[in-house]
């Protein structure tokens, strides 16, 4: 029974993974990618508003907690941290669970399955993510 379990469990989290497909992605390092200018995370609601370089919200506050998204950013679908410097955590629910996504300076991020949505940001005085494995924040 233990096997078992441990084998559902490592299935779930492997197919969340997998669902989710959230990516972070190295971006070019310009000091304006897409319409988002150093040092700005900016959201697009819509990949069409992503490839016409059009971000519908734009956050820059470094903060040591999370804060809520307003309508230009919440449930957006692609996202850019323009940073050089401080790294970001997107939140975000996908199958009833809260997920903490974080995003590297001069990285964006992609929101695969259309039932996740991106609620909250917390923009960190970090430079780099934790390695993956690491303990999330919380």
Not at 7 to 23: D, Q, R, Y
Not at 50 to 76: C, M, V
Not at 123 to 136: F, K, V
Request: hydrophobic share 35%; aromatic share 12%; with cysteine.
């Amino acid at each position: 029974m233990r096997t078992v379990r441990k084998i559902l469990t490592a299935s779930l989290v492997a197919a969340a993974s997998a669902a989710a497909t959230i990516g972070t992605v190295p971006a070019a390092h310009a000091d304006d990618f897409r319409g988002c200018k150093t040092p700005h995370f900016c959201f697009y609601e819509t990949y069409e508003d992503y490839s016409q370089a059009t971000p519908t919200a734009k956050y820059r506050t470094i903060t040591n907690r999370y804060q809520k998204l307003g309508p230009g950013a919440y449930g957006a679908r692609v996202g850019r941290n323009a940073s050089n410097r401080n790294r970001a955590y997107i939140r975000f629910t996908f199958g009833g669970k809260v997920y903490d996504q974080c995003v590297n300076p001069n990285s964006w991020f992609w929101l695969g399955a259309p039932s996740m949505t991106v609620t909250h940001i917390r923009i960190d005085r970090e430079a780099a993510c934790p390695a993956p494995g690491a303990a999330a924040v919380s």
